[in-house]
């Protein structure tokens, strides 16, 4: 990652590590709920009851812009993985060629109102 990051967003780094690695449904809302702030789009998935979150987009170009635009940093400084789930569901994945498969998973539009127990409701209600 880079030097760079602003203060307002260095809070997001953690958030990282929720796109990458499966952690409790709480620290998922977090990530969600700040990413509403300035993503129209999320995709959360589920395995047991641990959950990852990623921006969405249509390919890893705009998903790599996407992802440096929500870190404040120029998209050249950081590089990502990514896999397309459907034709136009692509997010962040650490290894797209070995990946854990989730049990569940949803393409979620975001309400930059709501609170963290709509997003809670949003995310078990759709993925079980």
């Known amino acids: 990652m880079s030097d760079d990051f602003t203060v307002e967003n260095r809070h ?4 990282i590590d929720a796109m990458q690695h ?14 509403a702030t300035d993503q129209q789009r999320v995709y959360v998935e589920r395995r047991g ?3 990852r979150w ?3 987009s249509n390919s890893g170009y705009p998903l ?3 992802v440096a635009n929500y870190l404040g940093v120029d998209y050249t400084r ?10 136009d569901v692509c997010i962040v994945c650490e290894d797209p060629k070995n ?22 409701e949003a995310i078990t209600s759709r993925l079980g």
């Open 99 to 120: 990946f854990e498969a989730p049990d569940a998973w949803a393409a979620m539009d975001l309400d930059p109102l709501a609170g963290e127990d709509e997003v809670r």
């Open 64 to 66: 790599h812009r996407t």
């Open 49 to 51: 009851n641990t959950y």
């Open 54 to 56: 990623s921006p969405v």
């Open 12 to 15: 997001r780094l953690a958030y």
């Open 22 to 35: 499966w952690l409790s449904l709480d620290d998922v809302v977090a990530a969600v709920l700040d990413a």
């Open 78 to 87: 950081i590089y990502i993985g990514f896999r397309n789930v459907t034709d």
